[in-house]
């Protein structure tokens, strides 16, 4: 289970002059420092599975990326399995498999050659790796293109090697930043498919997206983060009830809402 | 760490551009110029050595000596000009190739007539061996005009030696062919292994500091279980092992291709010296390359580790030559000397040590201040390394 706590994270201000006239607007922005996180909190239990919503620069990157110890927040507290991530980042990063918005591949090396590596950067033994790339080429669909050099690759297959990559080491809780952005329909619904298969292993995952008919086809709970903080936070059911008609409605009301406080 | 190193090092060589830097450049490049320079020069320097020479001669009457030795040679041919005033401009538009004017007391016999200054027009701008020929010729006049002198004198052999070369200085070099030329050649070595172990390690730096940063797999890097220290240090010995390759590389294609070519009288030369050197000192010699690349490697990595993309590193490593040319020049300045303050200088120490091992007159104790420096430098840029990693602002930036 992951559990998020009053997370927050500013970032010094190199250069306010280079600042766009909107970023200038942004509440966010107090002297120095732009508190792109100011007050997230969430929860994701085991075999559940949560979407991040929240329009674009709302702090769901940073957020995720604090989760996986990649930046460290200036307050709050995020915890995986029982473990601190604050106080053991190298332990938690065994336990978490993380998927970045800006991944990329090394190009020379092929499917294959990528997601061993990061497995042995991880300490998997070599038969192991042999096994679960199998086991994953399978679930991702990418018998056909694994061997060949990445460089080559369509967005579709990286970002399936991307994904098998993050979870070669069997995390016991994965997080996937927009992990169908871009991609064809057909592996959307792979990466869709994929997810399923976590949570049927009991695996907690949190995914951001945009798209709603995403959330609405896995999600068990639903997370809104605008401007920093959590706006709503809640099961599926009640993010849905929150208006009558479709789930667009619901978002909007989300932020509707939390504005005018 | 050796995992890194390993995943670096076969991404490297699956790269054609850097195999093409490394390899196949030094390979084919350098052996090209050197064929293209070499072929050009020999042709050139053959042709003026066998161009047939036109000439004029003014005041043939004083010297018919001289004119006779032009006329009977099959290397000159003799242009009739006129006069004395239109040779000058002859030579200018090239109907003549050079002209001798003979003073008449060129006739007299030397104790009579004093010295005889024969004058020699020619356009000298660019190869000509004009001068070298016709040595050939007024050399046997010399000596014909001093012995006919000299027994007018009625000088015995002795006496005349000593009249032509009243002191002789007899030159006796306690140096031995190795350290002089180790002198001469010292300095260049160096300049050449370092700017090239430079060149081999500068693209894969780029691209495993700053590269990985713009392919978006730094990230992933970063938050996977592995300590920052491992992951510099195994970028930083891909690198280093690039560059020393790529010097190396280089270095052995020059030496054979040099030998191939300047066959001859340069070989037995350079084999000799080579001999004299000793397998020690040359071991030694390209040990010295470790320290160097160690110095690069760390260098070139924190360099790219620092910058935000690509570019950013490549104009840096641009500006890195330059300083780094500077230490090497120190090294070939007369009176820089591998002792004292100088063997502490990073860079500088290496080359005045790579110059003494070849002159054979290396202190060994040196080597300490040198591998202490090296250490003292490479470990601070692989520090710097290690911190940048460990602070968001290297994926942030």
Same mark, same amino acid.
Do not use: Y
């Given at each position: 289970m992951i559990e998020i706590n009053g997370l927050a994270k500013k970032f010094a201000v190199a250069n306010p002059k280079k600042l766009s006239e909107q970023e200038k607007k942004d509440p966010r922005l107090k002297g120095r420092f732009f508190h792109s996180v100011e007050d997230v909190s969430f929860s994701c239990e085991a075999g559940q599975v949560l979407g991040l919503l929240g329009p674009n620069g709302a702090g769901k990157t940073t957020t995720l990326r604090m989760l996986s110890t990649a930046i460290k927040p200036s307050a709050g507290s995020l915890m995986v399995k029982g473990v601190d991530v604050l106080a053991n980042p190298i332990q938690a990063r065994r336990k978490l498999g993380f998927l970045s918005g800006s991944t990329g591949l090394y190009g020379r090396l092929s499917g294959r050659e990528n997601i061993s590596y990061f497995g042995r950067l991880h300490g998997v033994s070599e $038969?192991?790796?042999?096994?679960?790339? %199998?086991?994953l080429a399978d679930l991702l669909d990418m018998h056909s293109f694994l061997d060949r050099r990445c460089e080559g690759y369509s967005t579709g297959m990286k970002q399936k090697v991307s994904i098998a990559r993050a979870v070669i080491h069997q995390p016991?809780?994965?997080?996937?930043?927009?992990?169908?952005?871009?991609l064809d329909i057909m592996a959307t619904q792979t990466v869709l498919n994929f997810?399923?298969?976590?949570?049927?292993?009991?695996?907690?995952?949190?995914?951001?997206?945009?798209?709603? $008919?995403?959330?609405?086809?896995?999600? %068990?709970?639903v997370t809104v983060i605008d401007?920093?903080?959590?706006?709503?936070n809640g099961s599926l059911a009640d993010f849905k009830g929150l208006s009558t008609g479709s789930m667009h409605e619901s978002f909007m009301a989300t932020l509707t809402e939390q504005g005018a406080h | 760490m050796w995992l890194v190193f390993r995943k670096e090092l076969m991404e490297l060589l699956r790269d054609r551009k850097t195999l093409f830097f490394m390899i196949a450049m030094p390979i084919l490049l350098f052996p090209l110029i050197i064929g293209v320079v070499g072929f050009f020069t020999s042709k050139a320097?053959?042709?003026?050595?066998?161009?047939?020479?036109?000439y004029s001669i003014v005041g043939a009457q004083y010297?018919?000596?001289?004119?006779?030795?032009?006329?009977?040679?099959?290397?000159?041919?003799?242009?009739?000009?006129?006069?004395?005033?239109?040779?000058?401009?002859a030579i200018r538009a090239e109907t003549l190739d050079f002209a001798l004017r003979i003073p008449d007391n060129y006739a007299k016999p030397l104790l009579e007539g004093g010295q005889a200054k024969v004058e020699l027009v020619l356009n000298d701008a660019g190869l000509n061996m004009i001068q070298q020929r016709?040595?050939?010729?007024?050399?046997?006049?010399?000596?014909?005009?001093?012995?006919?002198?000299?027994?007018?004198?009625?000088?015995?052999?002795?006496?005349?030696?000593?009249?032509?070369?009243?002191?002789v200085i007899d030159k006796q070099d306690v140096a031995d062919k190795r350290e002089n030329w180790g002198e001469k050649v010292g300095g260049l070595v160096p300049y050449i292994l370092f700017i090239l172990c430079l060149q081999g390690a500068m693209y894969p730096a780029t691209d495993m500091g700053a590269g990985e940063k713009e392919r978006g797999t730094l990230e992933t890097l970063l938050i996977s279980p592995i300590e920052r220290h491992h992951l510099v240090l195994g970028k930083f010995f891909t690198i280093a092992l690039a560059g020393v390759t790529s010097a190396l590389i280089t270095v052995a294609s020059m030496a054979i291709w040099g030998l191939v070519l300047g066959q001859g009288m340069a070989i037995t030369f350079v084999s000799e010296f080579m001999a004299s050197i000793g397998a020690i000192d040359f071991v030694l010699m390209f040990l010295m390359l470790i320290p160097i690349a160690a110095i690069f490697a760390s260098l070139l990595l924190s360099l790219s580790v620092y910058a935000r993309s690509f570019k950013e590193a490549q104009s840096y490593m641009g500006a890195v030559v330059f300083v780094?040319?500077?230490?090497?020049?120190?090294?070939?300045?007369?009176?820089v000397d591998l002792d004292g303050g100088w063997a502490w200088v990073p860079i500088t120490n290496v080359a005045l040590a790579i110059k003494e091992l070849i002159k054979g007159t290396m202190d060994y104790y040196a080597l300490i201040a040198i591998f202490a420096s090296t250490v003292a430098i490479a470990g601070a840029f692989i520090a710097f390394s290690i911190f940048w990693f460990n602070r968001e602002k290297v994926l942030f930036r």
């Open positions: $038969d192991d790796i042999g096994k679960r790339i %199998d086991e016991e809780a994965v997080i996937l930043d927009e992990p169908t952005t871009g997810i399923r298969s976590l949570k049927k292993q009991g695996i907690p995952v949190i995914f951001s997206t945009h798209h709603l $008919d995403e959330v609405d086809e896995l999600c %068990d709970s401007k920093g903080r959590t706006r709503f | 320097m053959d042709e003026a050595q066998s161009k047939v020479l036109k010297a018919p000596q001289i004119a006779d030795a032009l006329r009977e040679s099959d290397d000159f041919k003799l242009i009739e000009t006129t006069a004395d005033e239109e040779l000058v401009a016709l040595n050939k010729i007024i050399d046997e006049e010399i000596a014909r005009k001093r012995k006919q002198a000299f027994s007018e004198l009625g000088l015995a052999d002795l006496q005349q030696d000593a009249l032509l070369e009243p002191v780094v040319i500077m230490p090497i020049i120190l090294a070939t300045l007369p009176g």
